[in-house]
C-alpha cells in the first residue's frame, strides 16, 4: 500500500502562481508514473501532467508553458508549479500514482478568481 498526501492549494488572483506537492510514503524501486489530475465542478477529472520515474514528463496542452511537474531527489515528493495562473484552472487537484494499480490522494483545491 502506498499513501499519497497533497498540499500547497489555494485561492490567488490571475496572472499569480503556486506550488502543489505530494509526498508518497515510501520510496518505489520500480517503474511508475506520478501525475496530477484536476476535476472542475460538473467536468470530468483530466489529466494535467505526469512523470515517471525515468522523468519522462507529459502535459495537457492547456498548461504547457505554464505548468512545471518535477521529482525531489530522493523521489519520494513531487511538485506541480504553475505559474501564470488562469480562472479555468480552478479545480480540485489530485495526485495520482500508477503502480500496479491508481493509487489517489485526497485532493486539494486551487482557485484563481479576481
Known amino acids: 500500500q502506498v499513501q499519497l498526501v497533497e498540499s500547497g492549494g489555494g485561492l490567488v488572483q490571475p496572472g499569480e502562481s503556486l506550488r502543489l506537492s505530494c509526498v508518497k510514503s515510501?520510496?518505489?524501486?520500480?517503474?511508475?508514473?506520478m501525475g496530477w489530475y484536476r476535476q472542475a465542478p460538473g467536468e470530468q477529472r483530466e489529466l494535467v501532467a505526469s512523470?515517471?520515474?525515468?522523468?519522462?514528463?507529459n502535459y495537457a496542452e492547456s498548461v504547457k508553458g505554464r505548468f512545471t511537474i518535477s521529482r525531489d531527489g530522493a523521489e519520494n515528493t513531487v511538485y506541480l508549479q504553475m505559474n501564470n495562473l488562469k480562472p479555468e484552472d480552478t479545480a480540485v487537484y489530485y495526485c495520482?500514482?500508477?503502480?500496479?494499480?491508481?493509487?489517489w490522494g485526497q485532493g486539494t483545491q486551487v482557485t484563481v478568481s479576481s
Open positions: 495520482n500514482l500508477k503502480y500496479g494499480r491508481d493509487y
Open positions: 515510501r520510496k518505489i524501486f520500480m517503474f511508475y508514473i
Open positions: 512523470i515517471t520515474s525515468s522523468n519522462t514528463t
